[in-house]
T-cell receptor, first 108, second 115 residues
């Protein structure tokens, strides 16, 4: 069955430090993966998708099929990056399965 | 263009009461979804709809019913609320066209407490 694992509930870093939010998936088909972000008091929104290989707000994520991972990275964290981050896998039509989320806290 | 809206924002119910959550979208999206968000469990799909008049079960459908009588609206009903249904409920919508890259657009959420 399809599954997304985010092993860290909380990741706390200082401003300017590198960030890596881990995401591993389990899926027998061809995976399509996404990162969604939820800032405080805001709705969940798409951050980036692996298929477009883009960089949004300095974040990048590379799909590694060998390791079944889609880790989210940013070289220099900013305080405004503090938020809840969800990794998601698209399967069957347009259904998504989400990981349990990682709260990123960036301290000054 | 309001995107996805949800009514109400907050609600407190007593065990056994019923209620309906309303989701509306103005993007002409074909697909709509209801999720619940619980601490440590992420978002879980309750029900979804691929078009007007059609609905299907998601991962955690028990205790909920849905209806999609109009393309822009997706209703989530709780017939007899239980404390286990205390959660934050999110509605989302997406377009069927592949050019949209299947992005789901979310509403602001409804915080429901069942006592």
């Amino acid at each position: 069955a399809q599954r997304v694992t985010q092993p860290e509930k909380l990741l706390s870093v200082f401003k300017g430090a590198p960030v890596e939010l881990k995401c591993n998936y389990s899926y027998s088909g061809s995976p399509e993966l996404f990162w969604y972000v939820q800032y405080s008091r805001q709705r969940l929104q798409l951050l980036l998708r692996h298929i477009s290989r883009e960089s949004i707000k300095g974040f990048t994520a590379d799909l590694n099929k060998g390791e079944t991972s889609f880790h989210l990275k940013k070289p220099f964290a900013q305080e405004e990056d503090s938020a809840m981050y969800y990794c998601a896998l698209r399967w069957s039509f347009q259904k998504l399965v989400f990981g349990t989320g990682t709260r990123l806290l960036v301290s000054p | 263009n309001a995107g996805v809206t949800q009514t109400p924002k907050f609600r407190v119910l007593k065990t056994g009461q019923s209620m309906t959550l309303l989701c509306a979208q103005d993007m002409n999206h074909e697909y709509m979804y209801w999720y619940r968000q619980d601490p440590g469990m992420g978002l879980r799909l309750i029900h979804y709809s691929v078009g007007e008049g059609t609905t299907a079960k998601g991962e955690v459908p028990d205790g909920y019913n849905v209806s999609r009588l109009k393309k822009q609206n997706f209703l989530l009903g709780l017939e007899s609320a239980a404390p286990s249904q205390t959660s934050v409920y999110f509605c989302a919508s997406s377009s069927e066209t592949s050019g949209s890259s299947y992005e789901q657009y979310f509403g602001p959420g409804t915080r429901l407490t069942v006592t």
